[in-house]
């Protein structure tokens, strides 16, 4: 069956599809010897499709793969890194190394927690793509005792890099010390270190940050550095999510798929 080049690339877990699309317009991909252009259609099980001189092959589709994995600090979300740092994939057991894995996301450098990895790029795009808005928990330590003016200013949106944040909740979990604040942040956008940014310019560093669910996923008991794949009705979940609509007049998110508890 003919589908979009991009959408085929992204299903042999080559790239996610903005990534594939990417790769057509640098006329890396060619169709039946030709070089592709962005919108056309093709058979893998009848077009000789070749991305940077490399057949696709219908045998060698990969199998979907999604993974959650515990992300430790002092690790890149990238699946390489040209400072030689360790990454993502550098974490995973040998029966966890499939073809075309790659971090759904980014989670920073010094930053912890929930992270998913696939080799589904129209999955990745799911996630991922600005019109979707999946709700990404936090645990967040910042420096001093925000006032309740200021946690009023954060929930509700903060001018960051002339463009104002989406409303957030946040919330105290308690009261460390005089010195540091513990925060349970859920974000439902993903601008690059958007919470450390905006605790930053309130006045609150960061300290640490944990990501403790994306959506309806949460870590639970699973230890840091480790990894354990996805359930069909987590992935389910998720898809769920990132296809209901992003918020209501209310300001409330519209309550999606059921919630996947630890056990």
């Known amino acids: ?78 699946c390489d890194d040209p400072q030689g740092r360790r990454t993502v994939l550098d974490l995973l057991p040998q029966i966890w190394q ?53 946690l009023r200013a954060w929930r509700q949106g903060v001018n960051l890099e002339g463009r104002l944040t989406r409303p957030a909740e946040v919330r105290v979990v308690r009261a460390e010390s005089s010195d540091s604040t513990l925060l349970e942040i859920v974000l439902r ?25 994306i959506g309806a996923i949460q870590l639970c008991h699973l230890s840091l550095e480790r990894v354990r794949p996805l359930s069909s009705q987590e992935v389910i979940t998720l898809i769920a999510s990132s296809a209901s609509p992003k918020v209501q007049k209310t300001g409330q998110q519209k309550p999606s798929a059921d919630v996947v508890r630890c056990h």
Do not use: C
């Open 98 to 150: 499939v073809p075309g894995l790659h971090p759904v996301g980014r989670l920073d450098f010094n930053s912890t927690g929930a992270l998913i990895l696939t080799n589904d790029g129209h999955f990745t795009n799911q996630l991922t793509h600005p019109r979707h808005s999946i709700a990404k928990t936090y645990r967040v330590r910042v420096q001093g005792s925000p006032a309740p003016e200021t």
């Open 1 to 78: 069956m003919q589908e979009r080049l991009q959408k085929v690339i992204s299903q042999w877990g080559l790239a996610s599809r903005r990534q594939a699309e990417q790769l057509i317009l640098e006329g890396r991909v060619r169709v039946n010897g030709a070089i592709a252009s962005l919108g056309l259609k093709a058979d893998p099980a009848i077009d000789a499709i070749e991305v940077d001189g490399q057949p696709l092959a219908v045998q060698e589709k990969p199998k979907l793969t999604y993974l959650l994995l515990n992300k430790p600090a002092g690790v890149v979300s990238t």
């Open 189 to 213: 956008e993903g601008r690059n270190r958007q919470i450390r940014k905006v605790a930053d310019q309130l006045g609150h560093p960061v300290l640490s940050l944990h990501r403790t669910a």
